[in-house]
């Protein structure tokens, strides 16, 4: 299996994680939490998620702003959409076979949805419907098409 675009499993731990509300339930609990997440979720896919989520906290476009208009929402929303598509995330992904990019996809959306659900429809919709719609027609002259949705330049 080939590993994930832009993705090292070494560069996150998957035990890791920060300081949350959850970390009085994670000391009390008489099983090893670390371990069930490993279970449920795989590694790769949580380092991808730990990818995303690293990006959206360094970014000051992705900083949570609760009294924002919805005016302001929506142009945030596209400005993040725009950050999220060039920070990386998607490097090489329409160089993938189908399978492994429609999971890693659903990876990233998993993980920009519990960040920002608008962000996540956003892609999903904007960028990942429209490209898979052009790919499904079917023709060799479409692929550059494809390609240059996840390379931004459509």
């Known amino acids: 299996m080939s590993p ?5 499993m070494m560069e996150e731990p998957a035990a890791t994680v ?3 509300l959850l970390d009085k339930f994670r000391k009390e609990a008489s099983f090893n939490w670390e371990k069930m997440r490993l279970n449920i979720e795989d590694p790769e ?3 991808v998620k730990y990818r995303v989520w690293r990006m ?3 970014n000051h ?11 302001e929402e929506k142009r945030l ?5 725009i950050e999220l598509h060039h920070s990386g995330v998607f490097d090489n ?27 996540s429809v956003k892609h999903a919709l904007g960028v990942t419907l429209f490209a898979n719609a052009i790919l499904s027609l079917g023709t060799d002259r479409h692929k550059k098409f494809f390609n240059d949705v996840w390379e931004g330049k459509i």
Request: aromatic share 8%; charged share 20%.
């Open 56 to 58: 959206l906290e360094q």
């Open 4 to 8: 994930t675009p832009g993705v090292s």
């Open 45 to 47: 896919q949580l380092a």
């Open 77 to 81: 929303t596209a400005k993040q959409l």
């Open 93 to 119: 992904i329409h160089t993938q076979c189908y399978k492994k990019r429609t999971r890693y996809i659903m990876t990233v959306n998993e993980a920009t949805n519990l960040y920002n659900p608008s962000l």
């Open 61 to 71: 476009v992705f900083e949570r702003r609760p009294t924002a208009l919805s005016d």
């Open 18 to 20: 920060s300081v949350s």
